[in-house]
């Protein structure tokens, strides 16, 4: 299998296959190895099932962690999750800051 290989294109497509039977944890396991090394896109797809699964709270603490990585593509991402899920001011918070960016 080519998901276990450490293909990326399908070891997402896997995951959302599996997601789509309702195998939420094992899609999770799919993904893990990509998500523990930190890179931006497998955290975000991982976030992004998480919030679509109703997961929200456990999407926010996965892409605060690349946020506080200091990752330049989290800010955004992560504002808008908190926002979507009632935290305006955090959000708000999170971005005043960086008005002027």
Do not use: N
């Amino acid at each position: 299998m080519w998901a276990g290989r450490g293909e990326w294109l399908c070891a997402q497509e896997w995951a959302r296959l599996l997601a789509g039977q309702g195998c939420e944890e094992q899609a999770l396991e799919v993904l893990a190895p990509y998500v523990a090394t930190g890179w931006w896109t497998a955290v975000r797809t991982t976030a992004e099932l998480l919030e679509s699964w109703g997961r929200a709270d456990e999407a926010i603490v996965l892409s605060r962690s690349r946020l506080e990585a200091g990752h330049p593509l989290a800010l955004e991402f992560h504002a808008r999750l908190l926002a979507r899920h009632g935290r305006d001011d955090e959000a708000f918070d999170l971005l005043r800051p960086h008005i002027q960016d």
